[in-house]
């Protein structure tokens, strides 16, 4: 009897390898938390506990050199995810799309979704308190499943309905755009901070 996994969800991790610039950007999220006056009216308006520059700010990395210098990193990152994922680009490159710094308050959340006209997305962690919650991935399959019974509680991660991913600061994690993820209500004391991002 043959058992193989077929249709594989691949999801990328790694360091980003810089100190000096995640201290950088973990100053410069936090100014633009209190700076940027649109932003901060845009998330509550739409009820995020916190602040998005989503709706706000979309020359980061060209309005703070930090910025600009993680994207220097993240175009070799996600470069390095397309190979993986045995994308045919036809010789060209994935491109970034958009870039957004989140600073989520104490228990705040963010709902399940996808990031719909992009190929690859992702988010780079530049504080993770202790209690924070990562990131939950969702099965891609889920509403296929109709009357699937659940999984064990030991079952292996690529059987899971769900996977939940704590990263350390300073961590890079890559997905494929359709993939559903959400950020679960932690239980941290302070501030979770991360920018995201859309390659096309």
Same mark, same amino acid.
């Given at each position: 009897?043959?058992?193989?996994?077929?249709?594989?969800?691949?999801?990328?991790?790694?360091?980003? =390898? $810089?100190?000096?610039?995640?201290?950088?950007? $973990?100053?410069?999220?936090?100014?633009?938390? %209190?700076?940027?006056?649109? =932003?901060?009216?845009?998330?509550?308006?739409?009820?995020? &506990?916190?602040?998005?520059?989503?709706?706000?700010?979309?020359?980061?990395?060209?309005?703070?050199?930090? *910025?600009?210098?993680?994207?220097?990193?993240?175009?070799?990152?996600?470069?390095?995810?397309?190979?993986?994922?045995?994308? $045919?680009?036809?010789?060209?490159?994935?491109?970034?799309?958009?870039?957004?710094?989140?600073?989520?308050? #104490?228990? /705040?959340?963010?709902? /399940?979704?996808?990031?719909?006209?992009?190929?690859?997305? =992702?988010?780079?962690?530049?504080?993770?308190? %202790? !209690?924070?919650? !990562?990131?939950?991935?969702?099965?891609?399959?889920? #509403?296929?499943?109709?009357?699937?019974?659940? &999984?064990?509680?030991?079952?292996? %991660?690529?059987?899971?309905?769900?996977?939940?991913?704590? #990263?350390?600061? !300073?961590?890079?994690?890559?997905?494929?755009?359709?993939?559903?993820? %959400?950020?679960?209500?932690?239980? !941290?004391?302070?501030?979770?901070?991360?920018?995201? *991002?859309?390659?096309?």
């Amino acid at each position: 009897m043959t058992v193989r996994s077929l249709f594989a969800t691949r999801l990328y991790e790694a360091p980003l =390898g $810089d100190d000096d610039l995640l201290a950088d950007l $973990d100053q410069s999220c936090r100014m633009l938390a %209190e700076d940027d006056h649109a =932003g901060r009216a845009w998330s509550k308006a739409h009820g995020y &506990r916190g602040y998005t520059s989503y709706a706000s700010l979309a020359d980061l990395p060209y309005r703070d050199p930090a *910025f600009g210098d993680l994207v220097r990193h993240l175009n070799k990152h996600v470069a390095a995810f397309a190979r993986d994922c045995a994308f $045919d680009l036809g010789g060209k490159k994935l491109k970034l799309d958009s870039l957004w710094v989140n600073v989520l308050k #104490p228990k /705040g959340a963010h709902s /399940g979704h996808i990031h719909p006209h992009s190929v690859v997305s =992702g988010t780079i962690y530049i504080a993770l308190p %202790e !209690g924070a919650a !990562g990131l939950k991935l969702e099965d891609p399959r889920l #509403p296929l499943m109709m009357a699937a019974p659940t &999984r064990a509680e030991d079952a292996a %991660e690529d059987l899971r309905s769900f996977v939940y991913v704590t #990263p350390a600061q !300073g961590t890079i994690l890559l997905w494929e755009s359709w993939l559903r993820h %959400e950020v679960p209500a932690g239980n !941290g004391k302070q501030d979770r901070i991360s920018i995201s *991002f859309n390659y096309r």
